[in-house]
């Protein structure tokens, strides 16, 4: 099992580009959520999904987008980039039956710049 | 005033000290409290999880849960260089699912 996957590992964007931040998961896990961490401000929670076709905002959704179209991916998509999306970006799945429903598994982050 | 507070040291204690991290919350509805451990330049990783009140302990790792103080600690016997990591705590409502984290504490354990 590769476990939750992110690409790209680093981004440098400029100002009012648009991207998509990849993640992929293979445990078949219902629960996929997208996270920013800032210094100081620990993991804040922008989007995340129970489910294919069923997506709902966390604590910081402005200026991004996601979808799922499948239980493996959760696709984060910047529309047009600002400076204060300048962050470490991580994706993490769960289960929300058998298994530990506790433990998130995170991917290695996405480390973007925008300038 | 965020939901979970945790103050993000950072934190350094030599070889062989009891550590002792903090997370203070205001949602009386957390019932599930759970630490994740963060090494430089990498995802976090579940440490440990406890449900309601109570101590849990795990190795050299003990977890508590008061919930009548809305407060939550872990505590690190015999730290170890290798424990040198960011500690974040984490709380939910309900099983499974959207987590609230706190700040993170970044600890350094000096041989």
């Known amino acids: 099992n590769a476990g939750v996957t992110q690409t790209p590992k680093f981004q440098v964007l400029k100002t009012g580009q648009s991207m998509t931040l990849q993640c992929a998961q293979d445990?078949?896990?219902?629960?996929m959520s997208w996270y920013r961490q800032d210094p100081g401000m620990g993991l804040r929670l922008i989007h995340y999904?129970?489910?294919?076709?069923?997506?709902d905002q966390g604590e910081v959704p402005n200026g991004y987008n996601v979808s799922r179209s499948t239980t493996e991916d959760f696709p984060l998509r910047l529309l047009s980039a600002a400076p204060s999306q300048t962050s470490v970006y991580f994706c993490?799945?769960?289960?929300?039956?058998?298994?530990?429903?506790?433990?998130?598994?995170f991917g290695p982050g996405t480390r973007l710049t925008v300038t | 005033q965020k939901e979970v507070e945790q103050d993000p040291g950072p934190l350094s204690v030599p070889e062989g000290a009891i550590v002792s991290l903090n997370c203070t919350y205001s949602?009386?509805?957390?019932?599930?409290f759970m630490w994740y451990r963060q090494y430089s330049r990498k995802g976090p990783e579940l440490l440990m999880y406890?449900?309601?009140?109570g101590n849990k302990e795990d190795g050299r790792f003990t977890a508590q849960v008061d919930k009548s103080s809305k407060y939550i600690s872990l505590f690190i016997r015999d730290s170890q260089p290798s424990d040198s990591a960011t500690y974040l705590c984490?709380?939910?409502?309900?099983?499974?699912?959207?987590?609230?984290f706190g700040q993170g504490t970044e600890l350094s354990v000096k041989p």
């Open positions: 993490a799945s769960s289960t929300l039956g058998l298994g530990n429903p506790y433990e998130q598994y």
């Open positions: 949602n009386s509805a957390f019932q599930y």
């Open positions: 999904s129970v489910g294919a076709g069923i997506t």
């Open positions: 984490a709380m939910n409502v309900n099983q499974g699912g959207k987590l609230i």
């Open positions: 406890t449900y309601s009140s």
């Open positions: 445990m078949n896990h219902e629960y």
